[in-house]
């Protein structure tokens, strides 16, 4: 039995934000009220800090099976868990990819020893080849939560199309990684900086928002619902915009590092501030904040994507990976560039780093409510933190290290357990 003393409460399903107490038993919220006193109860006090409900991330690479020198399923719940978060979502670009039941099955076993909630997407098609689609029904009925090729970009329009009927008729969804290799250069630079600074041609802008303007387009015709990942430019907010004001069953995600920093990082961080899609203009910046506050963007995930120190600290800077470690300086990102400069509220950015991802995928999490369950994440959200290279990730590869960011995470409870605490 637990009692978290005098915090303020905040859910964003109800809107409840009051200080007061929280008395947790057996996995669930047993009570919320003014005062609760319980003699045997182990107290947290958590007076000055914010109560919120345990973050959900619905993008992660935990790199289990095949890359596991990056991370596994353990050290990605371990940094999940310090970062606040009690459930997530891994995808399923793994060595083997997540495109079969036993894969599948594999993945979950490991993920069940683990003290937060780790749920995985299955591949939409066979091995990331683009053309053949997995068995939707029997990877569904083996535990996966949706569907994502989530690296790969989907060339064939025949094949979206048919994956979105599939998806439709199982009552489940898609989530795609939107960048045409087609009109692309080379990924992780964004094309201004690519030309002006390294005379290659990057990723371009059109790469993003052409491919999204397709699939929202065949959205619309089939009425099945596709999630766009990590979206990164002004445009690509307006095309999905557009398509969910034709109706179309459209949401959208941001992750952290695309409304805090432009292309422009690259020159300091170098190769630990290339991702795919890459940083983009200020211009942009603005954009998915702005999406953010209308909401036609609802989710932040991180697309938290470790790698190790030796494949990131190449000379070449165009061989090295894309991608950057996530989990643990998310929130923190969000009440820095967000809330601190009231661009969203407390509440609007627990919603969609809780309430909203939760919902997309029906899960029971991202609230707060007595006979719920007791995911709670408790921090600080005005102290300051300087994000140092001590990550509980296996990796490292933050451009924010080094960097002075608001909050810190004190507490993780899932399933009424204390599991992470600072």
């Not at 991180?302 to 996530?326: C, F, L, Q, R, Y």
């Not at 509440?347 to 909203?356: D, W």
Request: net charge negative.
């Amino acid at each position: 039995m637990l009692v978290i003393k005098n915090g303020r409460v905040m859910d964003p399903k109800s809107g409840w934000d009051q200080v007061c107490d929280v008395l947790v038993d057996e996995g669930k919220i047993i009570q919320i009220a003014p005062q609760i006193d319980k003699d045997e109860a182990q107290v947290i006090d958590a007076t000055g800090l914010v109560v919120a409900p345990g973050l959900v991330d619905i993008h992660v690479h935990f790199r289990e099976p095949g890359q596991t020198h990056k991370e596994d399923i353990h050290t990605g719940a371990l940094a999940a868990a310090a970062g606040g978060f009690t459930t997530v979502v891994m995808m399923a670009n793994t060595n083997p990819t997540i495109s079969d039941v036993e894969t599948l099955e594999e993945v979950l076993q490991s993920a069940a020893k683990e003290k937060i909630n780790i749920k995985s997407v299955a591949t939409i098609t066979k091995n990331f080849n683009g053309q053949d689609l997995t068995d939707f029904k029997a990877l569904l009925d083996a535990g996966a939560v949706g569907f994502s090729d989530d690296g790969i970009p989907l060339e064939s329009s025949k094949v979206v199309k048919e994956a979105m009927e599939e998806a439709k008729k199982l009552n489940t969804f898609i989530s795609l990684h939107e960048e045409d290799p087609g009109l692309n250069g080379t990924l992780g630079f964004n094309e201004n900086i690519a030309k002006e600074h390294f005379h290659i041609c990057g990723a371009t802008g059109v790469a993003e928002y052409a491919m999204i303007a397709r699939d929202v387009m065949i959205a619309n015709a089939t009425k099945a619902h596709v999630h766009i990942q990590h979206l990164s430019k002004e445009e690509s907010v307006k095309v999905v915009e557009f398509a969910q004001n034709l109706g179309a069953n459209v949401t959208a995600e941001v992750a952290p590092q695309h409304f805090s920093k432009t292309e422009a990082l690259l020159l300091t961080k170098g190769s630990n501030a290339k991702m795919n899609p890459p940083l983009r203009l200020e211009s942009d910046r603005r954009a998915v904040i702005e999406g953010l506050k209308s909401g036609v963007i609802s989710v932040i995930a991180t697309d938290h994507a470790p790698h190790h120190a030796d494949e990131k600290n190449v000379e070449d800077i165009t061989k090295a990976p894309s991608g950057m470690t996530g989990l643990e300086t998310s929130l923190s990102l969000g009440l820095t560039y967000l809330v601190e400069t009231g661009e969203l509220s407390l509440m609007q950015l627990l919603e969609k780093m809780s309430y909203n991802p939760a919902k997309l995928y029906n899960f029971e999490a991202g609230y707060l409510s007595e006979n719920g369950p007791a995911d709670i994440t408790i921090f600080d959200d005005k102290a300051d933190r300087i994000v140092d290279s001590h990550f509980a990730s296996k990796a490292a590869n933050s451009p924010f290290i080094g960097e002075s960011l608001k909050g810190q995470v004190k507490y993780t409870i899932c399933n009424g357990q204390i599991v992470y605490k600072n």
